[in-house]
Protein backbone atom coordinates (compact mmCIF):
# COMPACT_ATOMS: atom_id res chain seq x y z
CA UNK A 1 0.00 0.00 0.00
CA UNK A 2 2.99 2.23 0.97
CA UNK A 3 4.59 1.81 -2.64
CA UNK A 4 1.18 2.66 -4.39
CA UNK A 5 0.94 5.56 -2.27
CA UNK A 6 4.21 6.71 -2.93
CA UNK A 7 4.13 6.28 -6.60
CA UNK A 8 0.89 7.92 -7.09
CA UNK A 9 2.36 10.83 -5.43
CA UNK A 10 5.31 10.53 -7.66
CA UNK A 11 2.66 10.94 -10.73
CA UNK A 12 1.49 13.84 -9.07
CA UNK A 13 4.94 15.86 -8.24
CA UNK A 14 5.90 14.63 -11.47
CA UNK A 15 2.47 16.23 -13.26
CA UNK A 16 2.57 19.80 -11.33
CA UNK A 17 6.25 20.04 -11.98
CA UNK A 18 5.41 20.09 -15.62
CA UNK A 19 3.26 22.83 -15.69
CA UNK A 20 5.10 26.23 -15.79
CA UNK A 21 4.25 29.36 -13.64
CA UNK A 22 2.47 32.06 -15.12
CA UNK A 23 5.24 34.21 -14.77
CA UNK A 24 7.50 31.90 -17.02
CA UNK A 25 4.15 31.96 -19.69
CA UNK A 26 3.97 35.82 -19.19
CA UNK A 27 7.82 35.41 -20.13
CA UNK A 28 7.25 33.45 -23.19
CA UNK A 29 5.27 36.62 -24.41
CA UNK A 30 8.40 38.77 -24.56
CA UNK A 31 10.74 38.86 -27.39
CA UNK A 32 13.39 41.53 -26.55
CA UNK A 33 16.06 43.90 -28.96
CA UNK A 34 19.08 44.61 -27.24
CA UNK A 35 22.76 46.00 -28.49
CA UNK A 36 26.09 43.77 -28.45
CA UNK A 37 26.99 41.26 -31.37
CA UNK A 38 29.01 38.54 -29.88
CA UNK A 39 29.69 36.79 -26.21
CA UNK A 40 31.09 39.09 -23.48
CA UNK A 41 29.36 42.21 -24.62
CA UNK A 42 27.70 44.09 -21.34
CA UNK A 43 24.21 43.61 -22.82
CA UNK A 44 24.53 40.33 -24.44
CA UNK A 45 25.52 38.88 -21.45
CA UNK A 46 22.38 40.39 -19.39
CA UNK A 47 20.28 38.62 -22.41
CA UNK A 48 22.11 35.74 -21.72
CA UNK A 49 21.13 35.81 -18.43
CA UNK A 50 17.46 36.53 -18.95
CA UNK A 51 17.07 33.68 -21.38
CA UNK A 52 18.47 31.14 -18.52
CA UNK A 53 16.37 32.26 -15.91
CA UNK A 54 13.28 32.10 -18.45
CA UNK A 55 12.27 35.88 -18.31
CA UNK A 56 12.10 36.10 -22.03
CA UNK A 57 10.63 33.63 -25.07
CA UNK A 58 12.29 35.71 -27.67
CA UNK A 59 14.92 38.02 -29.00
CA UNK A 60 15.09 40.36 -31.74
CA UNK A 61 18.06 40.99 -33.92
CA UNK A 62 18.52 44.37 -35.84
CA UNK A 63 21.43 46.28 -37.68
CA UNK A 64 23.12 46.90 -34.19
CA UNK A 65 23.66 43.08 -33.54
CA UNK A 66 24.68 42.50 -37.24
CA UNK A 67 28.17 42.98 -38.36
CA UNK A 68 28.75 39.23 -40.56
CA UNK A 69 26.56 36.52 -41.20
CA UNK A 70 29.46 33.77 -39.36
CA UNK A 71 29.23 36.25 -36.27
CA UNK A 72 25.47 36.10 -35.86
CA UNK A 73 25.77 32.29 -36.00
CA UNK A 74 28.18 32.75 -33.00
CA UNK A 75 26.24 34.73 -31.23
CA UNK A 76 22.50 32.98 -31.53
CA UNK A 77 24.77 29.72 -30.87
CA UNK A 78 25.65 31.39 -27.63
CA UNK A 79 22.47 32.38 -26.40
CA UNK A 80 20.56 29.24 -27.71
CA UNK A 81 22.55 27.19 -25.21
CA UNK A 82 21.09 29.28 -22.05
CA UNK A 83 18.23 27.51 -22.47
CA UNK A 84 17.57 23.84 -22.53
CA UNK A 85 14.00 23.81 -21.95
CA UNK A 86 12.15 25.59 -24.96
CA UNK A 87 13.25 26.75 -28.14
CA UNK A 88 14.54 30.52 -27.92
CA UNK A 89 12.32 32.76 -31.03
CA UNK A 90 15.76 34.25 -32.59
CA UNK A 91 14.07 37.10 -34.93
CA UNK A 92 14.78 39.22 -37.90
CA UNK A 93 12.92 41.55 -40.25
CA UNK A 94 14.22 40.93 -43.56
CA UNK A 95 11.91 41.64 -46.36
CA UNK A 96 13.64 43.45 -48.75
CA UNK A 97 12.78 46.67 -48.12
CA UNK A 98 15.73 46.77 -45.45
CA UNK A 99 19.09 45.00 -45.37
CA UNK A 100 21.27 43.13 -43.29
CA UNK A 101 25.00 43.47 -43.21
CA UNK A 102 27.01 40.99 -44.80
CA UNK A 103 23.53 39.07 -46.21
CA UNK A 104 22.92 38.42 -50.00
CA UNK A 105 20.64 41.62 -50.61
CA UNK A 106 16.51 40.89 -51.71
CA UNK A 107 14.83 42.73 -53.80
CA UNK A 108 12.38 44.89 -52.09
CA UNK A 109 8.18 43.44 -52.41
CA UNK A 110 7.46 45.71 -55.54
CA UNK A 111 10.97 44.96 -57.13
CA UNK A 112 10.56 41.64 -56.93
CA UNK A 113 7.46 41.29 -58.93
CA UNK A 114 8.43 44.17 -61.42
CA UNK A 115 11.96 42.44 -62.00
CA UNK A 116 12.08 38.51 -61.14
CA UNK A 117 9.47 36.43 -62.74
CA UNK A 118 7.95 33.25 -60.32
CA UNK A 119 11.21 30.89 -60.91
CA UNK A 120 13.58 33.92 -60.49
CA UNK A 121 11.88 35.03 -57.33
CA UNK A 122 11.39 31.24 -55.82
CA UNK A 123 15.75 31.06 -56.30
CA UNK A 124 16.25 34.49 -54.46
CA UNK A 125 13.73 33.65 -51.53
CA UNK A 126 15.75 30.14 -51.30
CA UNK A 127 18.96 32.00 -51.17
CA UNK A 128 17.86 34.32 -48.70
CA UNK A 129 16.11 31.24 -46.51
CA UNK A 130 19.37 29.39 -46.32
CA UNK A 131 21.38 32.29 -45.39
CA UNK A 132 19.21 33.47 -42.16
CA UNK A 133 18.94 29.76 -41.07
CA UNK A 134 22.88 29.18 -41.43
CA UNK A 135 23.01 32.02 -38.94
CA UNK A 136 20.64 30.27 -36.69
CA UNK A 137 17.60 32.43 -37.24
CA UNK A 138 13.97 30.91 -37.03
CA UNK A 139 11.75 33.46 -37.48
CA UNK A 140 10.97 36.84 -39.92
CA UNK A 141 8.96 39.09 -40.02
CA UNK A 142 8.14 38.81 -43.80
CA UNK A 143 6.20 39.01 -46.02
CA UNK A 144 4.09 41.75 -46.35
CA UNK A 145 0.67 40.94 -47.52
CA UNK A 146 -0.41 44.89 -47.88
CA UNK A 147 -2.38 45.67 -51.33
CA UNK A 148 -0.38 48.28 -53.22
CA UNK A 149 -2.43 51.74 -52.95
CA UNK A 150 -2.12 54.99 -55.13
CA UNK A 151 1.25 55.86 -53.30
CA UNK A 152 3.34 53.26 -54.35
CA UNK A 153 5.64 51.56 -51.86
CA UNK A 154 8.70 49.40 -51.92
CA UNK A 155 7.11 46.81 -48.97
CA UNK A 156 4.03 46.13 -51.32
CA UNK A 157 3.85 43.11 -53.75
CA UNK A 158 0.97 44.61 -55.75
CA UNK A 159 -2.43 45.99 -55.89
CA UNK A 160 -3.60 42.76 -57.51
CA UNK A 161 -4.15 40.40 -54.53
CA UNK A 162 -3.81 37.23 -56.15
CA UNK A 163 -0.33 38.50 -57.17
CA UNK A 164 0.20 39.58 -53.50
CA UNK A 165 -0.53 35.72 -52.99
CA UNK A 166 1.82 34.01 -55.61
CA UNK A 167 4.93 35.99 -53.94
CA UNK A 168 3.93 35.46 -50.71
CA UNK A 169 3.35 32.18 -50.71
CA UNK A 170 6.75 31.60 -52.37
CA UNK A 171 8.39 33.33 -49.76
CA UNK A 172 6.73 32.12 -46.69
CA UNK A 173 7.09 28.51 -48.21
CA UNK A 174 11.40 29.22 -49.03
CA UNK A 175 11.64 30.13 -45.32
CA UNK A 176 9.14 27.18 -43.69
CA UNK A 177 11.22 24.53 -45.52
CA UNK A 178 14.12 26.18 -44.10
CA UNK A 179 13.18 26.03 -40.64
CA UNK A 180 12.40 29.99 -40.75
CA UNK A 181 9.14 30.71 -39.53
CA UNK A 182 7.19 33.67 -41.48
CA UNK A 183 5.24 36.15 -39.73
CA UNK A 184 2.83 37.56 -42.27
CA UNK A 185 2.44 41.40 -41.85
CA UNK A 186 0.82 43.71 -41.23
CA UNK A 187 -2.91 42.04 -40.29
CA UNK A 188 -5.12 43.26 -42.15
CA UNK A 189 -3.11 46.41 -43.58
CA UNK A 190 -0.55 48.94 -42.03
CA UNK A 191 -1.48 52.12 -43.94
CA UNK A 192 0.61 54.48 -44.29
CA UNK A 193 2.70 53.22 -41.25
CA UNK A 194 4.19 50.95 -43.95
CA UNK A 195 6.37 53.48 -44.98
CA UNK A 196 6.37 56.37 -42.02
CA UNK A 197 7.72 53.58 -39.63
CA UNK A 198 4.98 53.75 -37.24
CA UNK A 199 5.59 57.00 -36.31
CA UNK A 200 2.35 58.58 -36.83
CA UNK A 201 -1.15 57.49 -36.26
CA UNK A 202 -2.44 55.77 -39.32
CA UNK A 203 -6.65 55.74 -40.37
CA UNK A 204 -7.37 53.30 -43.28
CA UNK A 205 -9.82 55.46 -45.37
CA UNK A 206 -9.94 53.51 -48.42
CA UNK A 207 -10.35 50.26 -47.10
CA UNK A 208 -11.19 47.18 -49.68
CA UNK A 209 -12.03 44.11 -48.40
CA UNK A 210 -9.68 42.32 -51.30
CA UNK A 211 -7.30 43.11 -48.60
CA UNK A 212 -8.40 39.81 -46.74
CA UNK A 213 -7.52 37.56 -49.21
CA UNK A 214 -4.23 36.71 -49.20
CA UNK A 215 -4.72 36.32 -45.57
CA UNK A 216 -7.10 33.89 -45.91
CA UNK A 217 -5.15 31.76 -49.14
CA UNK A 218 -2.17 31.45 -46.78
CA UNK A 219 -4.27 30.09 -43.93
CA UNK A 220 -6.19 27.91 -46.27
CA UNK A 221 -3.20 26.05 -47.66
CA UNK A 222 -1.35 25.88 -44.17
CA UNK A 223 1.52 28.81 -44.52
CA UNK A 224 0.35 31.07 -42.09
CA UNK A 225 1.14 30.33 -38.37
CA UNK A 226 1.99 33.56 -37.43
CA UNK A 227 0.77 36.93 -37.88
CA UNK A 228 1.72 40.63 -37.29
CA UNK A 229 -0.89 42.91 -36.57
CA UNK A 230 -1.55 46.58 -37.68
CA UNK A 231 -1.78 49.96 -35.48
CA UNK A 232 -3.74 51.60 -37.94
CA UNK A 233 -7.64 52.60 -37.55
CA UNK A 234 -10.68 51.25 -39.80
CA UNK A 235 -13.43 52.26 -38.96
CA UNK A 236 -15.30 49.93 -41.11
CA UNK A 237 -14.17 47.09 -39.31
CA UNK A 238 -14.02 48.85 -35.48
CA UNK A 239 -15.33 52.03 -35.43
CA UNK A 240 -13.65 52.52 -32.14
CA UNK A 241 -9.95 51.52 -31.83
CA UNK A 242 -7.09 50.78 -33.87
CA UNK A 243 -6.42 47.21 -35.01
CA UNK A 244 -3.97 46.25 -32.03
CA UNK A 245 -6.72 46.82 -29.30
CA UNK A 246 -9.54 45.62 -31.48
CA UNK A 247 -10.91 42.22 -30.75
CA UNK A 248 -13.08 42.44 -33.13
CA UNK A 249 -10.44 42.37 -35.81
CA UNK A 250 -8.01 39.37 -33.66
CA UNK A 251 -10.76 37.76 -31.75
CA UNK A 252 -14.16 37.83 -34.85
CA UNK A 253 -12.57 38.59 -38.04
CA UNK A 254 -8.96 36.60 -37.95
CA UNK A 255 -9.73 33.76 -35.63
CA UNK A 256 -13.35 33.09 -35.55
CA UNK A 257 -14.09 34.05 -39.34
CA UNK A 258 -11.08 33.32 -40.88
CA UNK A 259 -9.91 30.41 -38.70
CA UNK A 260 -6.25 31.43 -38.18
CA UNK A 261 -4.86 29.36 -35.00
CA UNK A 262 -1.72 30.62 -34.86
CA UNK A 263 0.26 33.25 -32.90
CA UNK A 264 -0.55 36.81 -33.22
CA UNK A 265 2.08 39.26 -32.85
CA UNK A 266 2.87 43.18 -32.01
CA UNK A 267 5.60 45.56 -32.32
CA UNK A 268 6.10 49.62 -32.28
CA UNK A 269 4.35 49.30 -28.83
CA UNK A 270 6.37 52.81 -27.66
CA UNK A 271 5.86 54.71 -30.71
CA UNK A 272 3.47 57.61 -31.86
CA UNK A 273 1.26 55.45 -34.04
CA UNK A 274 -0.78 54.69 -31.10
CA UNK A 275 -2.62 57.78 -29.15
CA UNK A 276 -0.35 59.65 -26.61
CA UNK A 277 -3.38 59.36 -24.41
CA UNK A 278 -3.13 56.06 -23.99
CA UNK A 279 0.32 55.01 -21.66
CA UNK A 280 2.72 51.94 -21.95
CA UNK A 281 0.75 50.04 -19.55
CA UNK A 282 -2.81 50.44 -21.42
CA UNK A 283 -0.41 49.09 -24.57
CA UNK A 284 -0.03 46.15 -22.97
CA UNK A 285 -3.37 45.55 -21.42
CA UNK A 286 -5.50 46.41 -23.93
CA UNK A 287 -3.77 44.55 -26.73
CA UNK A 288 -3.44 41.47 -24.44
CA UNK A 289 -7.37 41.68 -24.21
CA UNK A 290 -7.70 42.14 -27.88
CA UNK A 291 -6.07 38.79 -28.80
CA UNK A 292 -2.16 39.35 -28.63
CA UNK A 293 -0.11 36.47 -27.82
CA UNK A 294 3.59 38.11 -27.94
CA UNK A 295 5.03 41.62 -27.70
CA UNK A 296 8.49 42.42 -29.74
CA UNK A 297 10.68 45.81 -28.52
CA UNK A 298 13.49 46.29 -30.30
CA UNK A 299 15.30 48.06 -27.37
CA UNK A 300 15.95 46.29 -23.96
CA UNK A 301 15.34 50.07 -22.21
CA UNK A 302 12.09 51.75 -21.85
CA UNK A 303 12.05 55.10 -19.69
CA UNK A 304 15.21 53.77 -17.65
CA UNK A 305 13.36 50.37 -16.83
CA UNK A 306 14.43 47.52 -18.36
CA UNK A 307 11.13 46.32 -20.59
CA UNK A 308 11.41 42.59 -19.72
CA UNK A 309 10.62 43.54 -15.71
CA UNK A 310 8.00 46.30 -17.39
CA UNK A 311 5.76 43.99 -19.18
CA UNK A 312 6.18 41.22 -16.43
CA UNK A 313 4.76 43.21 -13.97
CA UNK A 314 2.18 45.10 -15.88
CA UNK A 315 0.59 41.55 -16.88
CA UNK A 316 1.23 39.94 -13.09
CA UNK A 317 -0.28 42.85 -11.60
CA UNK A 318 -3.21 42.62 -14.03
CA UNK A 319 -3.72 39.06 -13.16
CA UNK A 320 -3.28 39.62 -9.59
CA UNK A 321 -5.98 42.62 -10.06
CA UNK A 322 -8.68 40.43 -11.88
CA UNK A 323 -7.89 42.54 -15.04
CA UNK A 324 -6.98 39.44 -17.27
CA UNK A 325 -7.76 35.90 -16.29
CA UNK A 326 -4.98 33.40 -16.34
CA UNK A 327 -6.47 31.17 -18.59
CA UNK A 328 -5.98 34.38 -21.03
CA UNK A 329 -1.77 33.68 -20.52
CA UNK A 330 -2.61 29.75 -20.62
CA UNK A 331 -3.62 30.04 -24.01
CA UNK A 332 -0.90 32.46 -25.56
CA UNK A 333 1.22 30.03 -24.23
CA UNK A 334 -0.05 27.26 -25.73
CA UNK A 335 0.06 29.18 -29.00
CA UNK A 336 3.63 29.81 -28.90
CA UNK A 337 5.07 26.73 -27.77
CA UNK A 338 2.90 25.22 -30.80
CA UNK A 339 4.55 27.37 -32.74
CA UNK A 340 8.07 26.90 -31.51
CA UNK A 341 8.14 23.51 -32.20
CA UNK A 342 7.92 23.87 -35.29
CA UNK A 343 10.69 26.40 -35.72
CA UNK A 344 14.44 25.11 -36.60
CA UNK A 345 16.18 24.98 -33.07
Not at 90 to 118: C, H, N, Q, Y
Not at 333 to 338: D, E
Request: a neutral charge; hydrophobic letters at 40%; proline letters at 4%.
Amino acid sequence: MMRLFLAFLLLIVSVYAKTPSLETMVSQMIVIGFDGEKEGDKWVEQVAKDIKREKIGGIFLSQKNIHTPEQVRKLTAYLKKQTSKTPLMVAVEFDGSTSLEGFTPLLSPREMVEKSDILEAEARYIKSAQELADAGINLNFAPTLDLQSDVKSEQRYSALEEVITTYAMLFSTALTQKGVLPVVKYFPSAGENIWNNFSTEATLTSWRFEQLKPYYDLIAFGKMDAVLISHAMCEDLDEKNPMLFSSKVIETLLRQKMHFEGVVFANHLRTNSLSSKVDFKQRILRSLHAGVDVFVFPNYFGDDASIPFTVQRIIMEGVRKGEIRPQRIELSYKRIMALKQKMAH
